[in-house]
Structure formats: C-alpha cells, structure tokens
C-alpha cells in the first residue's frame, strides 16, 4: 500500500507526546523522536503506528466508514484528532461495536462501568476528545483511571502562541484548562502556559493544537472550528454521564 506521507506526519506529531511518556505505542521512542523531529514518513513510520493500540484501531474504523483505503490519508487522521465532516459517516452500531470488541472494553471494564459508557457512546463520534472524557479508563499501556489532570493533557487543547523561547523550544500558548467544579466538565479562564515544541515553529499569533505539553500543529480556522465543535460535544456528553 502506498500511504499519505503528510497523514503519517500528521499522526506522528500528535502521537508522540504520549509515547515519549511511555503511555501507548512500542516502545521505539528515540525512532519516534526522529522521525517527528525531521518530519520524515515511510514505511517504517507506518509501522510504528500501527501498534498505537488506540490510535489505529480508530483510523481503520473512520477510513472504513468512509471507503478510504489508507487508514493514514490525511483526512482521515484530521478527523481522529481534531474532527472534520468524515466522522458523520461513522454509524453508531459501528462506533459501539469498536468500543467494544475491537478496543476490548467489554473484557476490560467492569459490567457496572462498561454498560452506562456505553450509552453515552452511542451518542458520540470516535474522535480523540470524545474518547478521552467519555471512555472513563486510559487505553493504552495502562487501564487506569483518568483524573482531571490526565483529562487535560491527554485531549488535544488549543491555544494562541504569545510569546517564544525559541533557544529551548520552547512557547508560550494562552490556553484554556479543563476544570472539574460542581460535577461539571468544562473550560477555564484564559492562562498563559509554556509547552515545548519539536519539529513546528509558530509565530506569535498563531493557533496551536497542544498534546500532553507538546505542540502538535499549527492549526487553520477550519480545524480550530472542528476541534472546538467537537471538544464542545465531548465535554456535553460526558457531563450529561456524570
């Protein structure tokens, strides 16, 4: 198969945060770092992200619903991570079931957990966001409990670069946290707050997508509008759960 370079690209940027932090992917995190890092992308790369145990089953499932034949096309990996139009095709029978069986949760999570979970996924769409507020576990090395600071790092946040230390890589995003106040999920005040970048140099002015402190991407308006929309509905679905 030929893959999307710019989809391989695109996935490793948001991918690798976690997998330097040893949370999900192999075990290959100095081949990760280099390949974000140089903005390359073969067949060796697709490989590393075939075993993100979360992630790719996700890109199969959204490819799928779409007759796309790369799991990494470019569009397909945008929806996962941020949300765009592919997401409407995926049937809710199908998000369940992937739910499920193919991330396994029906063995791993507890019957009285699994099954009220389960009724807020039928009403979502398998985008990363939804996944992190509304799948009350982390998938990847580890089946542990989320908290409102994993919460936070692991969903992909946004914010407007204010400033630089550009000789430690270094920027400085306003940003919105996720705070938990009277049973409720929802965004906080505006903060400045200082993430490392990698591979992506932004401007002053410029909107980013943020991964567990690392700044995946600088975003247009069109994916600043579907990652807000769709952290929105996370948000909304999770707290009609709580």
Known sequence: MI?????????SSYAFAPNSLHYCGPERQDDMLGYVRLRVA???LAELLHRFETLYPYLVLIASANHIKDPFDRRVVEAYWLGNTLLRKVKARAFATHVADTLELKKKVPKNTFFPMMDTIVSGVPQHNFHVMNIFLRTGHEMVPHTISTIDNCRISWGRITGSQKNENHYIVNTHRLTYINNKLSLGSAEDIVVTSIATE????DWVSIHWGYICAV????QLTFLKKYTALAVATANRAI
Do not use: C, E, H, V
């Open 3 to 11: 893959f999307d370079r710019q989809g391989l690209i695109l996935a």
């Open 42 to 44: 073969d067949r060796g």
């Open 219 to 222: 975003l247009s308006l069109r």
């Open 202 to 205: 932004p401007k002053i002015g």
